[in-house]
């Protein structure tokens, strides 16, 4: 059974930068067709995907949120790591992370997500 | 960027209904559409891509339909189980749009 597990950390000031780590098993992101995307889901409000990367090291971005996003993996580790910078009160979220076996490309396992407060 | 767009927002429904959901892209998107269902406090879990292929393990009174612009997800009994929010999403190489959302309650 693949798994994904979000860490990092639960409040983030203002104007700080957010990292977030996707640990992973049960899958490999060298294998061709591979991806993880990152999305995210404001408090009562809908899913927002942000980033994707794919087992060939290529990434996508959200177009409006692409000047502060990086994706990175991480094989040996089995983890992706998501980067945003300049956080601000409406980044408040949970995030997750979620596999895709693609093509084609959807989330068939997601992990648990994990609540990221942005606040001064 | 492709826009989806969800109907209605929230659903009243009763157990045994058939009942069916819509989402419309703001332009074609052949049949690259996802349904996505999601219970309180929960990470969604994936019932229909390609716009009718039934994932595995998904049971099959949930359907999918749809080409081009406008696509329906159907339930064709409601079981308690099924009382969540239903998403749908818009996957290419280079985009995974989601709509809004549709809550399913009970009437």
């Known amino acids: 059974q693949i798994t994904l597990n979000e860490s990092g950390p639960t409040l983030v000031k203002p104007t700080q930068t957010l990292t977030l780590t996707c640990t992973f098993s049960?899958?490999?992101?060298?294998?061709?067709?591979?991806?993880v995307a990152w999305i995210r889901q404001p408090p009562g409000k809908a899913l927002e995907w942000l980033a994707f990367?794919?087992?060939?090291?290529?990434?996508r971005y959200r177009p409006s949120l692409k000047s502060r996003l990086t994706i990175t993996r991480d094989t040996s580790k089995n983890q992706v790591v998501l980067t945003m910078t300049n956080l601000d009160p409406v980044d408040t979220a949970t995030y997750y992370c979620?596999?895709?076996?693609?093509?084609?490309?959807?989330?068939?396992?997601w992990g648990q997500g994990t609540l990221v407060t942005v606040s001064s | 960027d492709i826009q989806m767009t969800q109907s209605p927002s929230t659903l009243s429904a009763s157990i045994g209904d058939r009942l069916t959901i819509t989402c419309r892209a703001s332009?074609?998107?052949?049949?690259?559409l996802a349904w996505y269902q999601q219970k309180p406090g929960k990470a969604p879990k994936l019932l229909i891509y390609?716009?009718?292929s039934l994932e595995s393990g998904v049971p099959s009174r949930f359907s999918g339909s749809g080409s081009g612009t406008e696509f329906t997800l159907t339930i064709s009994s409601l079981q308690p189980d099924d009382f969540a929010t239903y998403y749908c999403?818009?996957?290419?190489?280079?985009?995974?749009?989601f709509g809004q959302g549709t809550k399913l309650e009970i009437k």
């Open positions: 049960r899958f490999s992101l060298n294998t061709g067709g591979v991806g």
């Open positions: 979620a596999h895709s076996r693609g093509p084609p490309y959807v989330f068939d396992y």
């Open positions: 990367i794919y087992w060939d090291d290529d990434k």
């Open positions: 999403q818009h996957y290419n190489d280079y985009s995974y749009t």
């Open positions: 332009q074609s998107i052949g049949t690259w």
């Open positions: 390609k716009a009718s």
